[in-house]
């Protein structure tokens, strides 16, 4: 401390707290098209979720008939990970109109 003479008691402000943006659940979730077969999002969840086949079915059968399903929850390190591999899984090879990855978002 600088100055000259006593010294002066500090004053300490009151500061808000406010939660960081990474305190979870993160949520993973995927998107319906029509340019990925059931077939496509299955073996992708089962590797990318490392999901068993019976659970990714469920999510397959979700995500076509809700528009969407949630395929992963947790911190967010975690979810960021699922979500690139998603969007990095690539075309659908069964179909001539899959240009890349399905559609995934983080969600908080």
């Known amino acids: 401390m600088t100055g000259s003479g006593a010294s002066q008691p500090s004053v300490l402000e009151e500061v808000e707290i406010k939660p960081r943006k990474n305190d ?30 019976e659970k990714a079915f469920q999510h397959a059968v979700e995500v076509d008939t809700r528009k969407k399903t949630i395929v992963f929850s947790g911190e967010l390190e975690h979810a960021e990970f699922v979500h690139e591999r998603i969007l990095g899984y690539g075309p659908d090879p069964r179909m001539s109109s899959s240009k890349g990855s399905m559609t995934a978002t983080l969600e908080q």
């Open 24 to 53: 979870g659940p993160w949520k993973v979730v995927l998107w319906d098209d029509d340019h990925h077969t059931y077939e496509y999002v299955i073996e992708m969840l089962m590797d990318v979720c490392q999901m068993t086949w």
